[in-house]
């Protein structure tokens, strides 16, 4: 009581929070104040993707004989190492990368980047989707954003979904002028419920950016790391992005860290160009240990993860297709990114409220039941879980 108290005194949350003080967090479970175990299907938001304290992370952090900090002015060891790991595993041509302490740093990066690159200043996104809380991202996010902030920035353009052929045709319509900096989007969209644009459509627009000279920058601060199945989601499509955003998972959940990632060919041209990005606390050093320590344990056990993947996401498929929802349920699910849209916002709202109380976590975006259990889970704990959930229906 005197923990809730003190919130409501002096701290400003944005959104009325979950009623779990959280004490501790290992493998796939959150533990309260009390010591009620929660099992976790939300992953910290696609944060902790290989489950919560792994020790494999922890002790290269404890152990990490580093500087306190490090001025963005210097040089420094862990830098050099970090982004040369990243350019190990990201695809197509992406070499060089930008310091940024998370997601909504790291798009900011991305557009500065594309704006001096192209010389243009207008960037197409996916309307309702989401890229950070700056007013830089805010306005390539929803479309709704601008009733509050009635400044942001103009010349940001939405596509809306479903993201077919006849959007396609919308992109290459807005692209054709040769005025756009930028694409934006998610290749699987988390916080639209899991939307999984169509194969056709991210083959066209990767096609058009290139016939027009618009960049394509590809968000994974979300879906990256295995969320999918697959290490970065926009290989489901084949995807060569010009542009990559990385944050979250990329640490395993131990720091925030976050990474704008482009090419040799265009980080020469906008450095010239006077590319200044600052980012006082971008790749603190402990972060970087955490980084690396993450991205190692990746390259080291990929496959295993993946196995475990590709098993739970049946699991989940079956399971949650068994289930009896009010008026059905639209199952998308790729990898372990899992959206189930029901029937109303209220409905969700009861089912995630029901379950938390029986010690199950995951998150609504409208009438959509969002799960984002870590890609170590035990079929075990899963399916656990799915029962709580059905018993909640």
Known sequence: MKQQLREEQFFMSTEEPDDIFVARTTDEFIYDQHGKRYIDFNAGWCVGNLGW????????????????????????RGWGELAELLASIA???????VRATGGTEAVEAAMQIAMLYTGRTKFLSIEGSYHGNSIGTLSIGASENREQFTNLLPNCIKIKPPLDDKAAEKVKARLKNKDVAALIMEPVICNLGVMI??????????ALCRQYGTLLVIDEVACGFGRTGKLFACEHFDLEPDILCLAKAITGGFAPLGACMTTKKIASKVVKKGFQFYSTYGWHPLAVEAALANIRYWKKNQAKIFGNVAALSQVFTDGLSQMKFKKGANLRILGLAIGIEVSDAQYADRIQKKSLKKGLLFTTESKTLTLFPPLTMKRAIAKEGLEILESCL
């Open 197 to 206: 644009p169509e194969h056709a459509f991210m083959k066209s627009v990767s």
């Open 91 to 97: 695809p197509g041509e992406l070499r060089k990368s």
């Open 53 to 76: 304290a792994k020790k494999e992370i922890r002790s290269k952090v404890k152990a990490a004989k580093v500087p306190d900090y490090i001025a963005p002015g210097y040089h420094y």
